[in-house]
């Protein structure tokens, strides 16, 4: 098989590949607690299945094809169709915003205030960072609920010299009549205008990638209308558990954006797979990225880039700046993404070529990476609903590999082992590259996986040629990273 992700069917207890031709975000289902012998059959099967594809189709093997197979064009149609959302698509996402924001019966619901990017794009579809660019001129998204508690008040509040061009976007349809123009002028104090505009309300929430000061302008605007309310802000005990209620709905992705995430996936490992046919010894870097962000626009990704680290570059894990040529003893790693319809993609693949005479140890740390790709992999795989692990708990059991293969000292349980694996083991992925939720020890990572959380898992070693030895080895960086989106079974 040629696959680099497995499509796991607990509730029909098999194993099914989504292709042979190109390769999905790997999807978890939960396995069922009854019928172990079926389990059994399944769960070795997984095992069995995503060992031979990442040591048949993954990075290093001895004599790669030189041709690479044409995606599936009925893979490639799916993913046009996806591009067109249903119509409802945003109205139930702002009902979800609405009951997230609503206080208790004897109290104001919550105002949701964004600024033009991936948050308001979600949202109301439209207004997203390349539809609008943030200026020093406040352009601003309220939402909070209407008097009936169950739809939205839609506030786009725009700098007056601007309210006809941002009316010329589309909003989508049936949104309409619950948006709300409302302009400053030039004199005016956008804050004030938008205070004024929503009079009371509870509990003031600010997307994550609003600008300081412009969250620091409406609470000076609302401290002037109404200090109690300010200090709401600031206390923001309730705040915080609306917050926490907002962030769910994009951390959980629901079946168009895991089918968007898979086409962008795809696309990017085409990608990367066109460029290694391309690569020989001697091209340098900036070369092999000039072919990938070429290869990326031919599948019709937008903004396709990554990065590209031979040999000891690769031990900096975002790189030295430096533009090195591809010797015979480099590995090669690239950590690449684009878009589709909104979506990104982050993979990482370390690989050599057919003609590369890579050192023994330095494979044997990319199989230490490996097994310790898999071991988070098959602890998420192994649990249920009723039990699922904490995020940490993901970081723990890659760390723990890693760890036990190349440190030099004990591990503390409650001391995260940075010496050679030193950033955490993946984050969310969507409309950002990076986004909640976080697979790393600590309070982010307290949350438990949650159905429909998409996210990275990235282990990697990374030994400078400046640094100390570990197992005899130094000037030498592996990193893989797949992306997984995590489902339930009928259970």
């Known amino acids: 098989m040629s696959h680099d992700g497995v499509f796991v069917e607990s509730d029909k207890a098999f194993i099914t590949t989504y292709g042979s031709t190109y390769e999905p975000v790997s999807i978890v289902h939960r396995p069922p607690r009854r019928r172990l012998s079926r389990f059994i059959y399944w769960a070795l099967g997984a095992l069995l299945s995503f060992r031979l594809s990442l040591i048949i189709g993954l990075y290093i093997y001895e004599h790669p094809s030189s041709s690479v197979a044409t995606l599936d064009p009925n893979f490639v149609a799916n993913c046009h169709v996806l591009l067109t959302p249903s119509p409802s698509i945003y109205l139930d996402r702002l009902g979800h915003l609405v009951a997230a924001l609503q206080g208790s019966e004897d109290s104001q619901p919550g105002v949701w205030i964004a600024e033009p990017g991936p948050s308001s794009s979600y949202f109301l579809g439209v207004f997203s960072s390349s539809d609008w660019w943030l200026s020093e001129r406040p352009f601003l998204i309220a939402i909070t609920p209407a008097s009936d508690r169950t739809s939205p008040n839609i506030t786009l509040l725009t700098p007056k010299f601007e309210e006809l061009r941002a009316q010329l976007k589309t909003i989508p349809e049936g949104m309409e009549r619950y948006v709300q123009w409302v302009s400053w002028q030039e004199s005016d104090s956008p804050y004030a205008v938008l205070a004024r505009h929503l009079g009371s309300v509870g509990e003031v929430i600010f997307d994550p990638m609003v600008r300081s000061f412009v969250s620091m302008g409406v609470k000076a605007a609302a401290m002037d209308a109404d200090e109690t309310k300010y200090m709401q802000l ?86 030295s700046g430096t533009d090195r040529s591809l010797s015979k003893e480099d590995m090669i790693l690239i950590d690449a993404g684009g878009k589709w319809g909104g979506y990104v993609a982050d993979i990482t693949r370390t690989f050599a070529l057919p003609d590369s005479k890579i050192p023994k140890s330095h494979l044997d740390i990319w199989e230490t990476v490996r097994r310790a790709q898999y071991a988070p992999f098959e602890l998420l795989r192994l649990s249920n609903a009723s039990h699922p692990p904490a995020l940490g708990e993901l970081d723990i059991a890659a760390r723990q590999v890693i760890t036990d293969t190349m440190s030099d000292k004990l591990s503390s349980s409650s001391v995260p082992d940075y010496s050679v694996f030193s950033h955490r083991l993946g984050h969310g992925i969507g409309l950002e590259g990076h986004e909640g939720p976080y697979l790393v020890q600590g309070p982010l990572g307290e949350k438990k996986a949650k159905t429909g959380y998409v996210f990275s898992l990235e282990p990697g070693i990374y030994l400078p040629s400046d640094g100390p030895r570990r197992m005899g080895v130094r000037g030498v960086g592996v990193r893989l990273e797949d992306c997984f989106v995590v489902m339930e079974d009928e259970h």
């Open 234 to 319: 600031r206390s923001g005990a309730k705040t915080a558990g609306m917050e926490t209620a907002v962030a769910l709905i994009r951390e959980r992705k629901d079946e168009r954006e895991v089918g968007l995430l898979r086409c962008a996936n795809q696309m990017t490992l085409h990608a990367i797979r066109k460029v290694r046919s391309q690569m020989y010894l001697g091209i340098t870097e900036s070369q092999t990225r000039s072919i990938l962000e070429r290869e990326m626009a031919a599948t019709g990704l937008i903004g396709g880039s990554g990065l590209i680290l031979f040999g000891e570059n690769a031990a900096l894990p975002h790189g």
